[in-house]
Nanobody, 119 residues
Framework: QVQLVESGGGSVQAGGSLRLSCAAS????????MGWFRQAPGKEREFVGH????????HYADSVKGRFTISRDITKNTVFLQMNSLKPEDTAVYYC????????????WGQGTQVTVSS
């Protein structure tokens, strides 16, 4: 099992920035990748981006490319989501997730943190 705890959510005006953190604990040696997802009210959960734990390569959804950056601190088993140039449409609950080695789905999830962007 891997436990995930997100932090850093809050309210910000359009054009502002926020940095989310996701700390992993437990069987972290199982982690292949860590990802960020978000879910706005009345909408399906959508992929934001992910980072491979080994090597650190990243991939982003087109909607956030160039504005959001994912990084990791291996020593602290923590992944970060730096969000710049925020837009009202970025308002959502943000979740981090882990894809374990040998697994094709995201099999561990955090509890989520609210991000609200006002115009």
């Amino acid at each position: 099992q891997v436990q995930l705890v997100e932090s850093g959510g809050g309210s910000v005006q359009a054009g502002g920035s926020l940095r989310l953190s996701c700390a992993a604990s437990g069987r972290t040696y199982l982690m292949y990748a860590m990802g960020w997802f978000r879910q706005a009210p009345g909408k399906e959960r959508e992929f934001v981006g992910h980072i491979r734990w080994s090597g650190g390569s990243t991939h982003y959804a087109d909607s956030v490319k160039g504005r959001f950056t994912i990084s990791r601190d291996i020593t602290k088993n923590t992944v970060f989501l730096q969000m710049n140039s925020l837009k009202p449409e970025d308002t959502a609950v943000y979740y981090c997730a882990v894809q374990s080695l040998g697994v094709t789905n995201w099999n561990f999830w955090g509890q989520g943190t609210q991000v609200t962007v006002s115009s």
